[in-house]
């Protein structure tokens, strides 16, 4: 497999896909990052199956993933697409609001998480880091 992911500072338009299980908070969400982001291309998947018949979703700058979806397990999954794409930034959205739990989701890779209350405060935020934080150019030969 080949593929090349190019993501330089200039660039204005931002890639994001939120996963989510409820359709009102997906478009909502969804919505409030199109208002943040106006130059951004903003997709929206109600599970994992949608998330990985988008061409290339590996390549998007983020990826929002609600954890408690009840067809995955969210940090199993996540773990595994970060394994095999190490660039992708993955912020995870948590009913918990724990300390050991957010250890848990940083060592499995995700790039930070949002507590699901907090959501609409802390989005933009931080979207904002992951992207400062991610490798400008990726690149993978497997």
């Known amino acids: 497999m080949l593929y090349n992911c190019i993501n330089t500072e200039n660039m204005k338009t931002i890639s994001i896909i939120v996963v989510n299980e409820n ?13 943040m982001y106006e130059m ?6 109600s599970n994992i199956d949608e ?9 998007t700058d983020i990826i929002v993933l609600d954890l408690m979806m009840p067809e995955i397990v969210g940090i199993s999954f996540a773990k595994k ?11 995870a959205i948590s009913h918990y609001n724990d300390s050991i739990y957010y250890e848990n989701i940083k060592e499995a890779g995700f790039v ?5 209350e907090n959501i609409i405060y802390e989005i933009g935020y931080k979207i904002d880091n992951a992207i400062k ?10």
């Open 23 to 35: 359709k009102t908070f997906r478009n909502t969400l969804k919505h409030i990052l199109e208002e």
């Open 40 to 45: 951004s291309q903003i997709s929206a998947v």
């Open 51 to 59: 998330l990985v018949l988008i061409p290339n979703y590996f390549c």
């Open 81 to 91: 697409i970060i394994d095999t794409y190490t660039d992708l930034q993955i912020i």
């Open 112 to 116: 930070d998480c949002i507590y699901k």
């Open 133 to 142: 934080n991610k490798k400008k150019i990726h690149i993978k030969i497997a």
